[in-house]
């Protein structure tokens, strides 16, 4: 990796004036801040022309590489057309046409669209919309929300309420409401010989256990369907999520599907929370939406619940709001984005490039120092045994030079690469990566 004045002033600039997201500043003493300049594919460039390959898809975002011809094709046509214009009382052909297909994605069982502009909101929304639901139809105990243990649902007070991250969540404990974490069903967790489906089931037992007591106080269980993202690539059966559909059409609680990283293809089928075969009260879906362009998000749900807010009365309705709810650009690049599943056939070719990315994956599987290696759909993980806390800075160092963006999660190191890798860009991020481990004691 050459760094030239160029590359350094443009990090020493953003070190000051900018103020980067999940970072003590302070370690930009030492470790570079990477100034790109251009990206293209599953390729970031920076200002000197060093490349990196985008393993991590810019923070899981990206699903069909950067400057994706007819994503940016798109986006140019809307751009003569129409950039924004407010979503209360007005309306625009991309988000009604994107809320008639996501709604369609969903065999029409999840028919009104909510919008927001990123995660955290979505989760925000709802929470809201379930605790109102609850209110609207007389039940006001209902106010408490269930999560799962190491659940990250976006860092709002609200979204962290629900999140279960000690590391992002402790130091404004005094700001947030109570929830309830009950056990994951992470099959990482299972005792020896449990099987990822017995220890499914053991942990929706607790959940019943919990739902039997608490259900006429509880409004709603959150979960992010089949890989819990930030927790480490917590990977779960989907037995869990029907047994909590079960579970919660008994004892009427909502389910509430986060599916802001695992929506859009991530686990091999277009919702993960397909792989059960149950459908979720609302489902959160951002991140992917725009093929990781821009900023979007969306909250849908049933007739069922669009009906309890209908009436004459205005604070029966949802009258929650962000600025640029439903953004022309944004819903844009979410249809060109659709068109792309549809035109490359992407959830049936991903199945033989994930099994591609497996077999490439093998050695780092086997490495001595590598446990509970795993996949589901585009995302691979794995443990690094004897791993200390600066483990994951270093490794992050060691790849970067390597020309590979990975950013572990504390012992986790993971690959959710966008959907286009060739066969010799999978060879080089499982050789880099191992590499790369070796490198970092
Ligand atoms: C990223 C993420 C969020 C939060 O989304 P932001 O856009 O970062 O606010 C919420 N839930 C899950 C499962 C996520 O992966």
């Known amino acids: 990796m050459q760094t030239s004045t160029r590359n350094t002033v443009l990090l020493t600039r953003s070190r000051t004036a900018v103020w980067h997201p999940c970072t003590q500043m302070k370690q930009h003493e030492t470790l570079p801040i990477v100034p790109i300049a251009r990206a293209r594919g599953c390729w970031l460039y920076d200002c000197d ?15 069909f590489g950067h400057s994706e011809p007819r994503i940016n094709a798109a986006l140019i046509d809307q751009l003569q057309k129409l950039e924004h214009v407010m979503l209360a009382g007005f309306t625009h052909e991309p988000v009604v046409e994107l809320s008639e297909r996501l709604s369609a994605l969903t065999g029409g069982k999840l028919g009104h669209c909510f919008y927001g502009s990123d995660g955290a909101s979505a989760t925000e929304i709802a929470l809201k919309m379930s605790f109102h639901y609850w209110r609207n139809s007389g039940k006001t105990d209902k106010t408490e929300f269930i999560s799962l243990a190491g659940s990250y649902h976006g860092e709002t007070l609200g979204a962290l309420s629900v999140t279960d991250v000690a590391l992002f969540k402790d130091t404004y404990a005094l700001l947030l409401r109570q929830s309830v974490q009950v056990p994951s069903p992470d099959w990482r967790q299972a005792a020896g010989g449990v099987s990822p489906r017995d220890h499914a089931l053991a942990c929706a037992k607790a959940l019943e256990q919990h739902l039997e007591k608490h259900h006429a106080r509880t409004a709603a269980l959150i979960v992010e369907p089949l890989v819990q993202g930030a927790a480490g690539m917590a990977m779960h059966d989907p037995e869990y999520l029907r047994q909590a559909r079960v579970l919660c059409d008994r004892y009427g609680v909502h389910l509430i599907a986060d599916e802001i990283m695992t929506g859009f293809g991530r686990t091999g089928t277009f919702f993960a929370h397909e792989q059960a075969g149950i459908t979720p009260d609302f489902l959160c879906l951002s991140k992917g939406i725009t093929g990781g362009y ?125 959907y286009i890798l060739s066969d010799a860009e999978m060879d080089l991020l499982a050789t880099r990566t191992l590499e790369a481990l070796d490198a970092t004691p």
């Open 49 to 63: 022309g060093n490349r990196y390959l985008d393993a991590v898809s810019s923070w899981w975002v990206n699903l």
């Open 294 to 418: 821009l900023p979007l998000s969306v909250v849908m749900t049933t007739d069922t619940v669009y009906q309890a807010f209908y009436d004459d009365k205005v604070t029966r309705g949802f009258l929650h709001s962000h600025s640029y709810t439903g953004n022309a650009l944004a819903c844009r690049a979410a249809l060109a984005t659709l068109d792309i599943f549809k035109q490359d056939d992407v959830i049936q070719n991903n199945r033989a490039r994930a099994q591609r990315m497996t077999v490439a994956a093998q050695p780092l599987a086997a490495h001595p120092r590598v446990r509970h290696f795993r996949n589901t759909g585009m995302i691979w993980a794995l443990e690094v045994d004897g791993a200390d806390a600066s483990f994951s800075r270093r490794l992050f160092e060691a790849a970067l030079v390597r020309e590979v963006l990975l950013r572990p999660i504390g012992t986790t190191v993971y690959f959710m690469p966008p």
